[in-house]
Nanobody, 122 residues
Framework: QVQLVESGGGLVQAGDSLRLSCAAS????????MGWFRQAPGKEREFVAA????????YYADSVKGRFTINRDNAKSTVYLQMNNLKPEDTAVYYCARHGTKVAATSGYEYWGQGTQVTVSS
């Protein structure tokens, strides 16, 4: 059974940085693309970033491009989201997800974590 556990969220000020982690267990982590999504209060969940199985391909939402970086450590079965220059509009619950294939994509995710709260004050 695949389990994804996010950590690293918190309350920060605008301009600060945070690094989210997502530890995976069950299945073969290195065979699948991984992604990060977020959901703000009253809004639908939205795509943030994705990375292919080997880390060679990444994809970002326009709203975070240049500020967020996704990477992965297959030896540790962990995917990260480095978030720099955070803005109040980045406030949301952040979820990691495992894709059904090797690619970096905005949809097609099969397994989801429970989420971690990120709050950015102005």
């Amino acid at each position: 059974q695949v389990q994804l556990v996010e950590s690293g969220g918190g309350l920060v000020q605008a301009g600060d940085s945070l690094r989210l982690s997502c530890a995976a267990s069950g299945g073969t982590f290195s065979s699948y693309g991984m992604g990060w999504f977020r959901q703000a209060p009253g809004k639908e969940r939205e795509f943030v970033a994705a990375i292919s199985y080997g880390g060679g391909s990444t994809y970002y939402a326009d709203s975070v491009k240049g500020r967020f970086t996704i990477n992965r450590d297959n030896a540790k079965s962990t995917v990260y989201l480095q978030m720099n220059n955070l803005k109040p509009e980045d406030t949301a619950v952040y979820y990691c997800a495992r894709h059904g294939t090797k690619v970096a994509a905005t949809s097609g995710y099969e397994y989801w974590g429970q989420g971690t709260q990120v709050t950015v004050s102005s």
